[in-house]
Nanobody
Framework: QVQLVESGGDLVQPGGSLRLSCTAS????????MAWYRQAPGKQRERVAL???????GYSDSVKGRFTISRDNAKNTVYLQMNSLKPEDTAVYTCNARRVVVSTQYEYWGQGTQVTVSS
């Protein structure tokens, strides 16, 4: 079992920056692919960034060049550095952990942290 706890959400002005953190409890953190999702009111959940167990990162087109995902396996933590924030980045951001062992998928979600971009 893995528990994920996000932090770092806040109210920020357009053009500002935030860093989200997601800390995992449990074992084998380094074996998990980690991702950040977001969901704005009335919109579908969107995966914005993914980092694999070996450190390969990918981004949605909507955040590419502005957001950076990273992980610190020694701290069981994944980060999302968000720069040049826009009002359309306003959403609940949720951390996701996923790994496959043999043919069984293990997947866990955090509770989410609110990011609001507004002047």
């Amino acid at each position: 079992q893995v528990q994920l706890v996000e932090s770092g959400g806040d109210l920020v002005q357009p053009g500002g920056s935030l860093r989200l953190s997601c800390t995992a409890s449990g074992r084998f953190f380094s074996d998990y692919n980690m991702a950040w999702y977001r969901q704005a009111p009335g919109k579908q959940r969107e995966r914005v960034a993914l980092i694999s167990s070996v450190g390969s990162a990918g981004y949605s087109d909507s955040v590419k060049g502005r957001f950076t995902i990273s992980r610190d396996n020694a701290k069981n933590t994944v980060y999302l550095q968000m720069n040049s924030l826009k009002p359309e980045d306003t959403a609940v951001y949720t951390c996701n952990a996923r790994r496959v062992v043999v043919s069984t998928q293990y997947e866990y979600w955090g509770q989410g942290t609110q990011v609001t971009v507004s002047s």
